[in-house]
């Protein structure tokens, strides 16, 4: 019974408040705090030992982190004063597995981005010492860090730090670590934010071992690697899977085809998964809305099946840090899927755009190529042309809105083996979505694509945005 596991696990906690308590470690006054790293050697000579250090950033020290403990909010201390404020909210950020032993370069960016939207407490977990080298142990510490990480959270509680007020950003495994700490405090904590949640050894997990709805009183998560060392489950009330949770552009395809250099592949090999962390940075930054369509498979999505947030009563789930990532139904659904395109850099934002081709039935299969021109913008995409249907559906990214784009382009490829006659294509339209507004799509109708002889036809449109 998860009950009686959580009641043990209180228990545990309790000792852990009095050894803790035992323990007074000093601080260096005066000089900013770090997070540690660790290397091979430091790692093979200890036997891997639970070393959990807090920093704090806010906004009277955005440059400079303090070293922080529970001592740092006790006015007996003799140590500088906590620029710790009970009265505001919590951002708590947990890096994950560390396969080199390094320190993460993105956190003291992540901590600024959100410090420059809120005026909040932000602390981070650095657990880099248990968080390093083989991941199988490292998947073993992983609830002790929470545990320890509770031990924390239950004493700024005691100091009168409301449980609603913790948002907990867990990256990869850290998203697991938020987890369980949200599982120790039965779901009280206010929010939890998985970046691209640890997949191995969790998919097949226990709601109770792993990130899942229960942890918090909104539970958000985004994708981008489910296929390697992200989940492929949803995990939270809404989870967002960018450009299907997997391959993420711009990102290297071929994983381990340079073998040679360990950190140019690791480098490759990461590129998917720390997706998740800049496209949410770049979120919070607040330049374009990155929204979730709700749909039930990835499939359905790129075929435009899904097209509007009915759902939600028409307001799609933002990235970011909105209330419930702008959910303003009740209850708030679980585990519901949402997909979004992205384009391969800052801001990530893509406009989705379906175009629906309609051919006459053709004798052999085919392949058109469409371009979509907006001033040097071009986006190309193939599509395969079978026998059997005439119908094609087919969702785009743009980088910019559909009023903006200047032409469209068909171009008959044919086949490789054999000359493929016109391509009659009964009508071409293009639509936006979602949208707010119910706007006719785009259409050109009734042209002849010949072989070697690209069609293209100018659209004269203005945006009233
Ligand atoms: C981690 O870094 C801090 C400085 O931020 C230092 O005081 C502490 O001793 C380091 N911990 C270990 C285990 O080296
Ligand atoms: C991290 O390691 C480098 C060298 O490997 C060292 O110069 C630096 O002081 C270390 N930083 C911390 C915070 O331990
Ligand atoms: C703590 O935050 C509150 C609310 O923003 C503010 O009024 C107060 O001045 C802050 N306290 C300190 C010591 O900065
Ligand atoms: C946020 O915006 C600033 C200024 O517009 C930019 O310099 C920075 O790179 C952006 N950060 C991210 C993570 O997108």
């Not at 495994?173 to 050894?201: Q, S």
């Not at 371009?371 to 995409?381: F, I, P, Y």
């Not at 391509?423 to 785009?442: A, D, N, T, Y």
Request: charged residues 20%; aromatic residues 10%; hydrophobic residues 40%.
């Amino acid at each position: 019974m998860p009950q009686e596991r959580t009641a043990i696990l209180l228990c545990v906690l309790a000792v852990y408040i009095t050894s803790l308590v035992a323990g007074v470690e000093e601080t260096q006054k005066d000089e900013c705090a770090d997070l540690n790293n660790t290397t091979w050697q430091e790692y093979r000579q200890r036997r891997i030992k639970l070393q959990v250090q807090y920093l704090l950033m806010t906004r009277k020290n955005i440059d400079c982190a303090q070293a922080f403990s529970h001592e740092s909010l006790t006015e007996s201390s003799s140590q500088q004063l906590s620029y710790f404020n009970m009265s505001l909210p919590t951002k708590v950020i947990i890096h994950g597995y560390r396969a080199l032993g390094s320190k993460p370069s993105w956190v003291k960016e992540l901590a600024r981005a959100l410090l420059m939207v809120q005026d909040v407490n932000v602390l981070v977990v650095d657990w880099i010492y248990s968080a390093s080298f083989a991941y199988n142990l490292v998947v073993e510490n992983y609830k002790e860090v929470a545990l320890q990480t509770s031990v924390l959270i239950n004493q700024l509680e005691k100091h009168g730090c409301k449980l609603e007020s913790f948002h907990f950003i867990g990256v990869s495994l850290g998203a697991h670590v938020a987890g369980f700490v949200g599982t120790l405090f039965e779901g009280k904590i206010g929010r939890i934010t998985g970046l691209d949640p640890a997949g191995p050894m969790f998919k097949t997990a226990d709601t109770f071992d792993r990130l899942d709805p229960s942890d918090a009183q909104f539970v958000d998560a985004i994708h981008t690697d489910s296929d390697y060392f992200g989940i492929s489950i949803p995990v939270g009330h809404v989870d967002f899977f960018l450009n299907g949770g997997m391959d993420q552009t711009g990102c290297a395809r071929s994983r381990f085809a340079s073998i040679p250099f360990l950190f140019t592949v690791y480098g490759y090999v990461i590129c998917d998964h720390m997706r998740a962390l800049h496209v949410y940075m770049s979120a919070l930054n607040g330049s374009c809305p990155l929204m979730g369509i709700p749909c039930s498979s990835y499939e359905d999505f790129l075929k435009g099946h899904c097209m509007n947030c009915d759902l939600f009563k028409g307001t799609c789930p933002t990235i970011g840090l909105s209330e419930n990532s702008g959910i303003t139904i009740s209850p708030i659904p679980k585990e519901q899927k949402l997909f979004l395109l992205t384009t391969s850099s800052t801001p990530f934002c893509a406009h989705h755009i379906l175009m629906v081709l309609e051919v006459s039935p053709l004798d052999k299969s085919a392949e058109v190529e469409v371009t979509l021109r907006a001033g040097h913008l071009v986006k190309e995409k193939r599509l395969r042309l079978q026998t059997a249907s005439t119908v094609y559906r087919m969702v785009l990214a743009h980088p910019v809105a559909l009023c903006e784009i200047n032409s469209i382009q068909l171009k008959n490829t044919g086949a490789r083996f054999y000359r493929q006659g016109d391509i009659h294509v009964k009508s071409v339209c293009l639509s936006e979505f979602p949208s707010l507004r119910r706007e006719e799509p785009l259409c050109v109708n009734n042209v002849h694509v010949r072989r070697g002889a690209p069609w293209s036809h100018d659209f004269v449109q203005v945006c009233d945005f």
